[in-house]
């Protein structure tokens, strides 16, 4: 394989986990796309850095969010690690972060990498903009840039 087709075959890999795993909830998907050795480098407070870890967040994430989804507006890879730009998208229906359900709609913008090795995910870096999340959670509109 050329550095241009396992860049390609690793976005794949990774638009699947975002829209297939994450968006519709395809717990076996995840077992298929994860490796066992998975390794999180950045995870969330309270989140084990392991596959584990990542399943526990994600049905979190759509416990809280039923129609969590996001859209993806880049990906760039150079070989096997992939790094997308994302904005997420849900309904606050359930529990999250200690905040009650509030029925309002959120969004929030992330920035990942994934190391996609053999058609699985073995590691992952990533930025989210929580704080976004959770003031839109609180119905604050939060400081303005003077």
């Not at 058609?119 to 840039?145: A, C, F, R």
């Amino acid at each position: 394989m050329t550095n241009s087709s396992i860049s390609e075959a690793a976005k794949a890999v990774v638009r699947r986990n975002t829209e297939e795993v994450q968006g519709g909830g395809d717990w076996a998907l995840y077992d298929e796309l994860f490796s066992d050795d998975f390794v999180d480098h950045t995870p969330q407070p309270g989140v084990t850095a392991d596959k584990d870890g990542v399943r526990f967040l994600y049905k979190g994430l759509r416990t809280a969010f039923p129609d969590f989804h996001a859209d993806i507006h880049w990906q760039s890879a150079e070989g096997d690690l992939v790094t997308t730009y994302k904005v997420y998208h849900g309904t606050h229906r359930g529990t999250f972060l200690g905040i009650p359900p509030t029925g309002r709609k959120i969004q929030f913008e992330t920035v990942d990498a994934m190391r996609v090795r053999d058609g699985k995910i073995t590691d992952h870096w990533g930025v989210g903009n929580l704080y976004s999340l959770v003031q839109q959670l609180k119905g604050e509109d939060g400081p303005g840039i003077s």
